[in-house]
């Protein structure tokens, strides 16, 4: 008998760009590994793959077995591969050319290294909007697979969903599947059985049906429990079996299989959208957690079933406003994505560095620190700083490029960050730095050239919604310790002891040269708290005014605000000078003190990168003694020097204070979910020279700070690595 349903097994496998190796490697381990060892002993049974370009680049270095074994797979026709954006970047994320452009590098790719053309691709994130299909055709894609959901969103009920579809943009055509949202559910977490009967009644109930199941392969065997359930209790062998057992109805078969057997279902134009929950994380906590609560209500009611295809959360893009550490990467991609389209269309750029270039702005377009759901993400610094490795790298090819050489000194303003005002770009052969004059003149983003830093890749502490079970699992906790209640139903596991008292919330950017005017006296621990603040400088407008020669660039910003009461004027100047290497020459002048008054003023800096809780990562004073690791909390008075080191970068960054003071360090630490719990994770450390004075008849006061950016230690790591 011929089977009356078709059944569609799409596996995604990705690892971010600058994932640790180890993590990398127990995955392929606990389920790349372990899926194609069971796969092998049921042929009959083909699936379609997908693995990112980044981590088959990691696969073809460290585990070239595996390769071999894809290609057995892929010659005798029981893995169909599945292409996509090589570095698997949000589409919505990147410009046209370079969603082109990236399908277009991971197909060739995929062809020389397994020998097959690549028809299909999988959208990463399955964040979806309309003009993609234009792009997805241009770069000689025939087929895709999205969410269901998308297509409900489009008006379609869910008994028109067991098939494919044809959309397109510009007249390019461009063949679609709705992903079962059922099948992600049930497989692997439900009995096998309920995945069987559910597709038998589709059988049954619709004629010709294709049932398409496409999710991340990491749900065999990486994700928490999953290895022993999948593996070792057998849940994937009896869901081979049974796929073996009842292929007399139930056939499976890949995406390209569907589309060469099976005609489309029509057409249909899907509107943005992406998986339920990505929606949901896109919006603001507030109403994230809102439209949780309104969800819930609305779940109760006996028309929930024919309403929740009209209900709609958030919108992807929208994680570049939540959160603004993701605009910032954001904006840096978009400048070197703009300065290689430039140079591409000049004859005299050199086209070997402007390939490199290009293969580095893709890697820096890996969409994972991006944004913020469940997991992980924004949140994981290493993940941060690979994507501004890869830009710095970047953007330093494409200063060989436009034939820059020796020692150079640069400096611009533009609209940078994509916010209708000009920011201040001051670059060096050493390094680069970017000022917001419009939002408190502060210094936010700073990178070293050698070792490929950004100094100020931050993250600010705000409200994330799973904080409220933190603090109520610590309660409960309480409660079991006390006698109150007897147990805890619902675990929560804590990586860290007091997650809940560490909970707190950032009312200003954590960037640098941040200034604050303070309560006189005002102690460590209440700034900490974010109290004590009488200015109004932290976020004001700060007129810009830029200076240049030939080895020497500044830009001097100006603000007059309020300290208190009074009206006071602050003018900080950045200069970069080639005679003066990595090192930032800053000097604040500030006038119009209200004469006899106690003042406390103090600028703020922030070192992110720099790793905490090792002891190759450490403060240091004046005479050179070692103060600690990068999270120690210091209070330090009458201090004119300052350093912090991380060895295993080989950055020495240090500040020289003309007019001792007071230093104050604190950590910025973050509480966030993983896979494994919540825990807590060190952003950045925050380092505040401050002053106690009384301003005296002139009304006027001054320091100067030498930032100096020593990375000696890493570019000598790199020459013995290279044997020079």
């Known amino acids: 008998m011929s089977a009356s349903i078709r059944l569609v097994l799409a596996l995604h496998n990705h690892q971010p760009v600058g994932n640790f190796d180890g993590v990398i490697d127990a995955a392929y381990l606990d389920s790349y590994g372990p899926f194609l060892d069971l796969l092998e002993e049921f042929p009959e049974i083909p699936i379609s793959l997908h693995t990112s370009g980044c981590l088959m680049e990691w696969l073809v270095a460290r585990r070239p077995e595996y390769i071999e074994r894809l290609r057995t797979f892929v010659r005798r026709g029981q893995i169909e591969l599945l292409g996509g954006p090589f570095y698997e970047p949000i589409l919505a994320c990147i410009p046209r050319r370079d969603r082109v452009g990236q399908i277009q590098l991971y197909s060739r790719f995929l062809e020389q290294l397994f020998g097959v053309k690549v028809r299909g691709m999988w959208v990463p994130e399955r964040v979806w909007e309309p003009s993609f299909a234009g792009d997805i055709t241009e770069a000689g894609i025939e087929f895709t697979l999205v969410d269901d959901s998308h297509f409900k969103a489009a008006g379609l009920h869910e008994d028109k969903l067991h098939g494919y579809y044809l959309t397109e943009d510009e007249g390019r055509l461009l063949k679609i599947f709705p992903d079962s949202e059922k099948l992600r559910y049930t497989i692997p977490f439900a009995e096998v059985n309920e995945t069987i009967d559910y597709l038998r009644a589709l059988s049954e109930n619709v004629s010709n049906a294709v049932a398409v199941f496409g999710d991340d392969g990491e749900k065999f065997g990486v994700w928490p429990g999953t290895r022993e359930h999948v593996f070792e209790k057998g849940w994937l062998r009896s869901f081979f079996e049974e796929l073996r057992e009842n292929r007399d109805w139930l056939r499976t078969i890949t995406l390209g299989q569907a589309v060469d057997e099976v005609p489309p279902l029509g057409r249909v134009y899907l509107p943005n959208a992406s998986y339920r929950e990505m929606t949901e994380w896109a919006l603001d906590t507030d109403q994230q957690m809102a439209y949780r609560e309104l969800v819930e209500q609305q779940e109760k009611e006996v028309n929930w079933v024919q309403l929740r295809q009209f209900v709609r959360a958030g919108f992807w893009r929208n994680f570049l406003v939540k959160y603004p550490e993701s605009n910032e990467m954001y904006c840096r991609m978009r400048e070197v994505s703009d300065r290689i389209a430039r140079a591409g269309t000049d004859g005299t750029a050199r086209p070997d560095l402007l390939a490199q270039a290009q293969t580095e702005l893709f ?278 020097r300052i350093g912090l080191v991380d060895e295993w970068l080989g950055v020495d960054a240090s500040l020289d204070l003309s007019q001792p003071g007071g230093i104050w360090t604190t950590p910025i630490q973050t509480v966030s979910q993983s896979e494994g719990g919540f825990e807590l994770v060190h952003q950045s450390t925050a380092v505040i020279p401050h002053w106690n004075f009384v301003a005296d008849e002139s009304g006027r006061w001054s320091v100067r700070i030498r930032m100096t950016l020593d990375t000696s230690a890493a570019q000598a790591r790199m020459l013995a690595t290279a044997g020079v």
């Open 363 to 640: 890697r820096g377009q890996c969409n994972c620190p991006y944004w913020h759901g469940a997991f992980g993400g924004l949140y994981l610094p290493h993940l941060r700083n690979a994507i501004y490795r890869h830009l710095i790298a970047a953007d330093t090819l494409l200063e060989q490029v436009d034939g820059r050489t020796g020692r150079w000194v640069d400096i611009t303003a533009e609209d940078y960050n994509l916010d209708a005002r000009k920011e201040v770009r001051l670059a060096s052969d050493r390094l680069v730095a970017y000022f917001a004059p419009a939002r408190g003149g502060h210094l936010y983003e700073l990178d070293l050239r050698s070792t490929q830093v950004n100094l100020l890749a931050t993250l600010n502490r705000r409200p994330e919604p799973y904080h409220a079970k933190v603090i109520a699992a610590a309660e409960k906790q309480k409660q079991v310790q006390d006698g109150d209640i007897l147990d805890l139903n619902d675990q929560v596991k804590f990586k860290q002891p007091d997650l809940d008292q560490k909970i707190q919330y950032d009312t200003w950017p954590r960037k640098s040269l941040v200034d604050h005017f303070l309560q006189p006296g005002l102690p460590l621990e209440d700034f900490q708290r974010g109290r004590g603040e009488i200015g109004s400088f932290v976020q004001g407008v700060y007129e810009t005014r830029l200076r240049r020669s030939d080895t020497r660039v500044e830009t001097v910003m100006t603000r007059e605000g309020y300290m208190g009461e009074h009206i006071v004027r602050v003018t900080k100047t950045v200069g970069l000078d080639t005679t003066l290497g990595s090192l930032l020459d800053i000097e604040y002048v500030l006038e119009k003190l209200p004469v006899g008054e106690r003042i406390h003023f103090a600028v703020e800096f922030n070192f992110a990168a720099m790793a905490s809780g090792a002891d190759d990562r450490y403060f240091y004073g004046s005479t050179g003694q070692q103060m600690g690791q990068l999270q120690t909390v210091h209070d330090l008075e009458e201090q004119d």
